[in-house]
């Protein structure tokens, strides 16, 4: 038993004392109070013992040292809670720079009546601090640029800005879920990674595996040559060597023993030869055809693969089969823009409509863009009176207007005429035909109507392949919703139901017809009339903030040289 003992692995895990751990020996659960919860009940929480988590904003010493208020925030509102802490409770010098994370536990009190607070902590405890070395710490007490925040992406969420943007982001998610959950709509979790290009814009990213085995490939060939065709025919000459050997004892009336012996000995060397021949085809770089294209049929999904710019296609499969769904996600476009609109990854609130024509259509968008509206005014006033205060002082205002007006609705040969007929000086010229600029969709509804505009029937020259064709031949279905700030919010479209129609607007925008079999086949068996639309997230809540650059209201922002995190 001894020799047992002492042959057992060093590193044997302890199952017996693992064993006697217990739940009682874990760190008890942190009963933490959250900022909102007392700063919503003011004083009539005052006397109560709680305790409180977060990171100090602003921090200074007061009373010759003898005791410190801290500005704490836990990001669950905008406010902050002051905190009053004694040197005897804790060194006052490790709590008081910004940036510091403090876990404190205290008494609730009210603070003297010229105070501005209604209610502050006295802490009796330090229970947690995560300190800061305030010379090395980026972000200072003062106000600093969203410009320069971008490169500080990891810790820019604990400035005031960001961290409204994030609560009115969360809150638009919110209210997105539970109003189409309200409507009746199924959530729909369609792919990130596609075949089907559904803008026929050709500014996808492309996914591939074919870089990383060309590498895999080049170091096997450095460390292993390929064999030569010498090589090759050694082994061969083996393989026929053997086979005699095979023969002879055949004929010899062997016995069984010695015959299956020398089978398993020409069974390896085919098997060698097999394995030469297969490295022998190795090449280093990327696979090609003979015509010199990429030979994709090497690739993971054995053919070309993209991030999706769009869901839209995928989840009218299952408006063909569940009626009204909706799907919201990252979409990804490989444009090198680099202006205050455009980011390479951006999330799209795409729904889809079963039985629902352009009419329909824009009924739902102006419901949902309502309702969005309506909730942040609900949900969110302490921010959004931030961002009026900060930023954009008719943000509120905005939200009110659009809440509470019915959409003007005009056709886009209308509003070709309507700009035209204008005294404005546009630096894109207005003409039929024309795919309208920001500053065209701005100026009809901040100038010419004051409200939210949908613009339909647009020329079928400048709108996707999947877009229903009107009978005029020159329009299709299709449908803007222009608002204030940012112009266009959502852009939609009845879908073309027709399948001979569909394959010609395919075969007319310059793509294939096999990547899009699948969807043509919507159209083969049970067609049926749908419509939808995609609200680009993003610059929802640049209507919502009023901020002017979208890589400033989302978390990780994504653009040409810059994917940090």
Known sequence: ??????????????????????????????????????????????????????????????????????????????????????????????????????????????????????????????????????????????????????????????????????????????????????????????????TSDCEGAGEMFQVTSLFSQAEKVEKELRENPAPSEADIEAAKLVVKEKGDAVAQLKAAKASKQEITSAVSELHKAKENVSRLEERSKLKPGIPHKDDGTVAFENDFFKRQAFLTVSGQLQVETYACALSSVYTFGPTFRAENSHTSRHLAEFWMVEPEIAFANLQDDMNCAESYVQYLCKWLLKHCREDMEFMVKNYDKTAIERLELVSSTPFERISYTKAVEILKGTDKKFENKVEWGIDLASEHERYLTEVIFKKPVIVYNY?????????????????????????????????????EERLDVLKERILAADLPLEPYEWYLDLRRFGSVKHSGFGLGFERMILFATGIDNIRDVIPFPRYPGRADL
Request: charged content about 25%; overall charge neutral.
């Open 1 to 194: 038993m001894a020799g047992d003992t002492a042959s057992a692995p060093a590193s044997a895990p302890p199952t017996a004392e693992l064993a006697a751990v217990s739940i009682a020996d874990l760190e008890p659960a942190t009963s933490r109070t959250r900022i909102r919860a007392i700063l919503d009940a003011g004083d009539a929480l005052a006397g109560q013992r709680v305790v409180v988590g977060g990171w100090v904003k602003t921090g200074r010493q007061q009373g010759k040292g003898e005791f410190a208020f801290l500005e704490v925030n836990d990001g669950s509102c905008p406010g902050n809670l002051q905190v009053m802490v004694d040197k005897d409770v804790h060194p006052l010098p490790r709590l008081t720079p910004t940036g510091t994370s403090v876990l404190v536990e205290g008494v609730l009190k009210k603070p003297p009546e010229e105070a501005k607070q209604r209610i502050e902590l006295k802490v009796e405890k330090v229970i947690e601090v995560g300190e800061v070395d305030a010379a090395a710490y980026p972000l200072p007490k003062t106000r600093i640029t969203l410009e320069t925040l971008r490169d500080f992406v990891h810790l820019r969420a604990r400035t005031n800005t960001i961290g409204a943007v994030a609560r009115i982001r969360h809150q638009l998610a919110f209210a997105t879920h539970s109003f189409f959950d309200e409507n009746g709509f199924l959530y729909i979790h369609t792919p990130i990674i596609t």
């Open 459 to 495: 020329p079928k020259g400048i709108k996707a392949f999947y877009m229903r064709l009107n009978d005029d031949q020159k329009t299709v279905a299709a449908m803007d919703v222009l608002v204030p700030k940012v112009g266009e919010l959502i852009g939609g479209s009845q879908r």
